[in-house]
């Protein structure tokens, strides 16, 4: 058994296993989930926020929140709300919610620390220079010129630079470490920065900020994190972050890395993300095609199912890419559970029942949800006029086509079998009305008329109907893969990636629905209420589809 136990367990979870085996850790375990507060977090970082999160809760650890906040030029305080949100919506909760930004006097004594040590120096150099004196991963670099300052003129200099003497760009503090490293980061990195811009919670305190290598590795150290988790690119990283906390003598923290999340038909970079925005290719962070945490929430998705999915995904070494399908499978599953199904009709045309009383209204009971029948029923009201959806009458239908025509008979979901008559038509050709009878001894859970037929159709009722706008999302990018498109990558956007139907019509329970609240709209697929919605204009999302179809149409 515990043979199989082990087995189970991704590479992670073995490390932090073997750890606490050999007694490394008395105290526990300690994760923490660091996000730049500079955009809304997307999928990605519901893996990495799961991943975080579920090694401390598995193995009886704590997880801090911590906001990597050391570019004071793209960090605002909206995206931090959002982030924090969103983590709490995911269902996780924080030990700490800390800020790279509260150590920014502890971390400036650290660099103090080192340029004493003789670890550091004060670099004059432009940045092109800068990048030009690094070499190349064959060719080793070049020392700065400013590389042997004393300690003395580097501390005087460091100081003038927190004072505010400096303009932007005309200092630069950097690791001294081995130009000639086979490791790039190693090559005198670094460590902070002249920015004379006001930050979103120290205000103007501070016009020096320390760059992330220098900062990441130094929260960890502070906060006595035991396992640093990062994604794969920051593998090379890591000797750089094992560097500063051996020099400064400081707790050891461990980075561990692990596959990003890659989704297909689907923009991963937050940068990419921002630009659409910028540019108005959608309607904001939230706009349901959109990957982020926010949006995928607005379109319908669940904690859970987001939760299921990272946990399908797994936890890999390489970097792949996931099927957006998959994502789309664990939202299925899940709403199947708990949506009720409901009646909608996006494409309407009018049905007559000819032998129905006029003026008539018949109130039938209907189960919400099959899966569920604790959810009980509601009474869905329906009468003689009807809508139905147009794709489900041909005028000449070809055999195997068990919805309606003329001749052929159909039931009408959790009501009566009817036949159709005969139908008008447009002057265009298109179908105007369809006239069909019902059979009274045909009622749907008391059908005594021995008449078996092979289609059921949904539809509301036109004098209780309630119209509403209804949106309907697809993949984001016609192409699989993202990962390698430039900056245009914006022409690959789905043309058919937002569809607006202004004029569908819903059953009147409808009318009551909550903003978020899932139903699954029988035959089409699962929705919910947008925050869009006013009185007298009900606006829904398509969550997903019943079945993938995507797939099959790529094909033809």
């Known amino acids: 058994m515990e043979e199989s136990k082990s087995k189970s367990l991704n590479f992670l979870e073995e490390i932090v296993q073997a750890d606490l085996a050999a007694g490394k850790y008395p105290q526990g375990i300690f994760t923490r989930f660091p996000p730049e507060p500079n955009g809304y977090l997307h999928i990605g970082h519901a893996k990495s926020i799961c991943l975080n999160f579920g090694l401390a809760q598995k193995f009886g650890g704590k997880t ?63 940045a092109e220079d800068i990048a030009a004196l690094k070499g190349t991963p064959t060719t080793p670099g070049t020392n700065s010129p400013y590389r042997d300052r004393s300690v003395d003129e580097n501390l ?10 400096f303009p932007d760009g005309a200092k630069v503090l950097r690791a001294k470490i081995d130009m000639a490293h086979p490791n790039m980061h190693m090559r005198d990195p670094l460590m902070y920065r002249i920015r004379h811009v006001p930050h979103h919670r120290t205000g103007n305190q501070w016009c020096i900020y320390p760059m992330y290598d220098f ?17 794969l690119e920051f593998d090379v990283h890591r000797p750089l972050y094992d560097w500063f906390i051996n020099k400064l003598e400081i707790f050891t923290s461990h980075q561990y890395e692990f596959a990003r999340l890659n989704l297909s038909h689907t923009v991963m970079s937050k940068r990419k993300l921002l630009q659409m925005v910028n540019e108005k290719v959608v309607s904001g962070w939230d706009d349901p095609r959109m990957p982020t945490i926010s949006a995928l929430r607005r379109r319908g998705y669940t904690a859970a199912s987001i939760r299921n999915f990272c946990e399908r995904i797994g936890v890999a070494k390489r970097d792949n890419l996931i099927d957006i399908s ?18 909608a009709v996006m494409d309407p045309v009018k049905l007559i029942i000819s032998n129905y009383p006029e003026g ?65 038509l447009n002057s265009d050709g298109s179908v105007k009305e369809i006239h069909a009878s019902y059979i009274p001894e045909s009622k749907s859970g008391q059908d005594t008329s021995g008449i078996h037929v092979k289609g059921t159709i949904h ?15 697809d993949r984001l990018l016609i192409v699989e893969d993202a990962s390698e498109l430039g900056d245009d990558f914006v022409k690959f956007v ?60 790529q094909k033809k």
């Not at 900062?215 to 994604?231: L, N, P, V, W, Y």
């Not at 539809?459 to 999302?473: D, G, K, N, T």
């Open 156 to 165: 005087a200099l460091f100081a003038a630079m927190r004072n505010g003497e």
């Open 215 to 231: 900062a990441h590795g130094q929260s960890d150290s502070m906060e006595g994190i035991t396992h640093s988790i990062c994604t």
């Open 459 to 473: 539809w509301v009722s036109i004098p209780h109907a309630v119209q509403a706008e209804v949106r309907l999302f």
């Open 64 to 126: 801090n929140l911590r906001f990597d906040d050391t570019n004071p030029m793209t960090e605002e305080t909206e995206y931090v709300d959002s982030i924090k949100s969103d983590v709490a919506w995911l269902g996780f909760e924080w030990e700490n919610e800390l800020y790279a930004s509260n150590y920014f006097e502890q971390i400036y004594q650290f660099a103090v620390s080192l340029i004493k040590k003789g670890l550091a120096y004060v670099d004059d150099s432009s």
């Open 494 to 553: 789905n043309p058919e990636s937002l569809q607006i139907i202004e004029n569908a019509f819903v059953e009147p329970s409808l009318a009551e629905a909550k903003i978020g609240e899932a139903v699954q709209f029988i035959r089409k697929g699962y929705y919910c209420l947008d925050r869009d919605s006013k009185p007298g204009h009900l606006v829904f999302n398509r969550t997903v589809t019943l079945k993938d179809t995507w797939a099959k149409e």
């Open 326 to 343: 998959l994502l789309e499978f664990c939202i299925r599953e899940d709403l199947n559970k708990i949506a009720d199904r409901v009646m």
């Open 360 to 424: 008539q209204t018949e109130d039938l009971l209907v189960e919400n949800n099959p899966e569920d029948l604790v959810t009980g029923k509601r009474i869905v009201p329906f009468s003689r006029e009807l809508y139905i959806e147009r794709e489900d009458f041909m005028v000449e239908p070809p055999k195997k086509f068990f919805r309606l025509g003329p001749g052929l008979q159909v039931r009408l979901k959790g009501a009566y079998i009817i036949t159709c008559d005969h139908f008008e």
